[in-house]
């Protein structure tokens, strides 16, 4: 009797980009192929969705920040020179123009809670919701940078944790706007009886806070999804209990496998705490390609990146993660670990004070610290299909290190190799941006704590 031939996994797969000329891989806009300084254009943004949903990637991930890297050096020389995300425009606006020319491609958008009104913020993304035929994530972030909390009115960034019961309270309340305030069956839609909405079926949000004290109705009818799709990035402790709770995508940066194994299994084990499956999260690793249509191809590809890439301006970037200023350092002094309100997952690699500035510039030769899978078509699926059976992930964050390059490349020489293998779809399922990545409901499942605010 043969044994059942189980499907292999399927890899899941987001763009990782940001409304800005430098994102990850820093000093690669000067690259003659690069077009990242045409990120101001709509045409820009709507060719790159046409491009990845060819490609038939999950989503878009868009990156923000609020605040500029003004730690290195204590300026933003460094910054303005190479655009390290700097100037960077607003992701949400992109997102419209990008889904009137898709059909599937999921739209995952990061908007900083700390400064974002819930009230006005749960409209803007149930329009996106609708426009977009429920196809639109929100990266839940809390910030992290002082020049952010300056400019917006504080004296300083609010302290890491407390951050967190901030964020907790927030989504209370968009809880109660995007599932409590309007009942599925509250459209009536009917002109010959004069009824839109049903007024015995629309609620009015009562929120008495610690931080929020809201009282009205949610601006907008139900979204397919109600609820975007919740990313988030957090590997404290405070961070793993809040995506316990509410996050159905946490993107990590791993630095080998053994280690990532351990943050996707605290991630999982964050999910079964709050009452939810493992698998409920699913978690994606910021990663970058280079691929050729051989070994040596691919390996003169990354020669040529690098000879246009900037180190220094990966490290000034890296000291505003960390909230130290390394260009303070000799190149051999070894770097000493400060506690402060920056990622936290950044400074504990610091700890050991084991770091120097030379050790640093090595890790961001390529303008940026991700891991870097360098080769064939077919090196490059058997290691992506090596970290996600070793380490549990699910999928990853894939960045740009030439636009548009970097996903030209892919798409051409990885995806039709993993398709071969069957890790990789065909096609699109049907339906919204949840139920593609959980072949499940449009809406959030009973066990999410979100689902408890509906009528």
């Known amino acids: 009797m043969s044994s059942p031939v189980h499907a292999k996994k399927k890899i899941l797969l987001n763009a990782f980009n940001m409304n800005c000329i430098g994102h990850i891989n820093h000093g690669l806009w000067t690259h003659p192929r690069d077009n ?40 933003v020389d460094v910054p303005l020179k190479e655009s390290i995300q700097l100037p960077v425009n607003d992701p949400l606006l992109l997102v419209s123009a990008m889904a009137a020319v898709t059909r599937h491609l999921g739209f995952g958008l990061t908007a900083n809670l700390t400064y974002e009104p819930p009230y006005l913020f749960a409209r803007r993304m149930s ?29 300083e960034q609010v302290e890491h944790d407390r951050r967190y019961d901030q964020a907790d309270e927030y989504l209370q309340v968009l809880y109660k706007l995007w599932e409590g305030s309007w009942e599925t069956d509250a459209v009536l839609n009917d002109p010959k009886q004069r009824i839109y909405a049903q007024p015995g079926k629309v609620h009015k949000v009562e929120h008495h806070g610690e931080f929020y004290q809201v009282e009205g109705y949610h601006l907008c009818e139900p979204s397919p999804q109600r609820t975007p799709v919740l990313f988030q990035a957090g590997s404290s402790s405070r961070g793993l209990q809040f995506a316990g709770q509410h996050a159905e995508c946490v993107f990590i940066s791993g630095q080998n496998k053994t280690s990532t194994k351990a943050q996707v299994d605290k991630v999982r084990a964050s999910a079964v705490s709050a009452g939810r499956n493992p698998d409920d999260i699913k978690v994606f690793m910021g990663l970058n390609v280079i691929v050729g249509a051989s070994e040596e191809a691919a390996w003169a590809k990354h020669a040529e990146y690098l000879s246009y890439a900037s180190a220094e301006a990966g490290v000034a970037h890296f000291s505003a993660s960390t909230g130290i200023d390394f260009s303070e350092y000799a190149l051999d002094e070894p770097i ?19 770091w120097t500035r030379r050790k640093l510039l090595d890790q961001h030769a390529l303008g940026g610290r ?15 299909e090596s970290w996600i059976a070793e380490t549990g992930l699910d999928g990853f964050n894939l960045t740009r290190i030439v636009t548009p390059e970097s996903y030209v490349d892919f798409i051409e020489l990885v995806i039709p190799e993993l398709q071969r293998r069957g890790s990789y779809k065909t096609a699109y399922d049907h339906g919204t941006l949840r139920e593609k990545l959980f072949q499940g409901a449009a809406q959030l499942p009973e066990q999410h704590t979100g689902s408890t605010f509906r009528r």
């Not at 045409?38 to 868009?62: C, H, M, P």
């Not at 929100?138 to 009115?153: F, P, R």
């Not at 991700?370 to 992506?384: C, F, K, M, N, R």
């Open 370 to 384: 991700y891991i870097t899978l360098v080769g064939s078509p077919e090196q490059v699926a058997d290691e992506l």
């Open 336 to 354: 000493q670990y400060v506690k402060s309100n920056a990622i936290q997952s950044a400074t504990q690699h610091l700890k050991n004070n084991d």
């Open 36 to 75: 990242s300084t045409q990120y101001k254009s709509v045409e820009y943004w709507t060719e790159l969705a046409q491009l990845l949903e060819r490609g038939l990637f999950d989503g878009l991930f868009i990156a923000d920040i609020v605040g500029v890297y003004d730690v290195y050096q204590g300026s």
């Open 127 to 155: 329009t996106l919701d609708h426009l977009s035929r429920g196809r639109v994530g929100w990266n839940i972030v809390t910030g992290y940078l002082d020049s952010a909390a300056k400019a917006m009115g504080l004296s």
